[in-house]
């Protein structure tokens, strides 16, 4: 009986991606807002599945568009995700190709790398941890490792390893989530992950000039304190949010990346930003300015995915892709 109990406590503490919740997570809210987005869950999954048909392939349109904005079932994620972003086309195109990498010359310096970030990856998912069975390690590694050997230009860096094991855990695929990886290094977010990082660079300072016209009260707070935009945002474009906000969050966020693009990431910084000016305002000095931004990562505001991810601003806001 002991044991049954131990174990519901454990299922209770881990949630169905693997993540260990923090000593101070809150149950009780977190349990209202799920019950609630379990019935919009049930409701897309029924009118994904009557869009699909049994086929595994859609056209790009405006209502694919829109179902997407509203969500992706877990069920049928990965799919979408390998259509729209065109990884499937290109694993299609190149049978065998992930499994050559693998079995090819390896790069010593590049592999040390790899490995040395394997136990930093996610060290409060049980799947990653060394005693899990199937441990995900293993298959992170692989990734990786083939990745950096395809994309020689990028090789290795990180934040690649939490993107490549978000991709794991959704599409349970090793070669899909090499794919998924080639489709937003390669094309989607071009130059985020090169040496110099310049995409990443650029990306920032575009949301710096963005700020300045949609939130210049904020954009004045931090110019007058001195605070670059990349010391408070630079988490966020390069680990797409990862580790910044809640989980299916996240993965709504990656729904709209794999289909409309970077724009998705100014959208999501633009809105936060903008829905918590007047909090962020009250800061006073440097410090406080880097707690703030911190700080509005957190809360209902962002656990809600499916009411945050239809904010109006999140929708409607021109910003340059």
């Not at 392939?57 to 992706?72: E, F, M, N």
Request: aromatic content about 12%; overall charge positive.
């Amino acid at each position: 009986m002991e044991r049954r109990e131990a174990g519901r406590d454990w299922a209770y503490r881990v949630d169905s991606y693997g993540f260990e919740r923090p000593e101070d997570f809150d149950y009780a809210s977190y349990e209202a807002f799920f019950s609630r987005y379990l019935v919009v869950l049930t409701r897309r999954a029924i009118k994904w599945s009557k869009l699909l048909k049994g086929n595994k392939s859609i056209q790009k349109s405006l209502k694919v568009k829109r179902y997407i904005r509203k969500g992706i079932p877990n069920e049928h994620r990965a799919l979408i995700w390998m259509i729209v972003s065109g990884a499937q086309a290109n694993m299609e195109q190149n049978p065998g190709y992930y499994h050559r990498l693998l079995e090819g010359e390896k790069n010593d310096k590049l592999v040390e790398a790899i490995k040395t970030d394997m136990n930093r990856t996610f060290p409060d998912n049980v799947k990653f941890r060394k005693t899990a069975d199937p441990c995900l390690q293993h298959t992170l590694y692989n990734v990786l490792v083939a990745y950096g050997h395809h994309n020689k230009a990028v090789g290795y860096c990180q934040g690649m390893n939490f993107i490549a094991g978000y991709l794991i855990l959704i599409t349970k695929n090793e070669e899909e989530s090499f794919w998924l990886l080639d489709a937003l290094i390669g094309r989607i977010l071009p130059d985020y992950y090169s040496p110099a990082m310049l995409g990443l660079k650029t990306d920032q300072e575009v949301l710096g000039e963005l700020v300045k016209m949609k939130v210049p009260a904020v954009a004045e707070l931090m110019e007058r304190h001195g605070v670059m935009w990349t010391l408070v945002v630079s988490r966020w474009f390069i680990c797409l949010f990862i580790d910044i906000l809640p989980v299916e969050t996240v993965l709504r966020i990656w729904d709209c990346l794999f289909y409309e693009g970077s724009k998705i990431i100014f959208r999501v910084a633009l809105t936060l930003i903008k829905q918590h000016q007047a909090f962020i305002l009250e800061a006073t000095n440097f410090p406080d300015i880097c707690d703030k931004f911190k700080q509005i990562t957190k809360g209902t505001f962002v656990t809600e995915c499916h009411s945050f991810m239809q904010v109006k601003s999140l929708q409607l806001l021109d910003v340059t892709n």
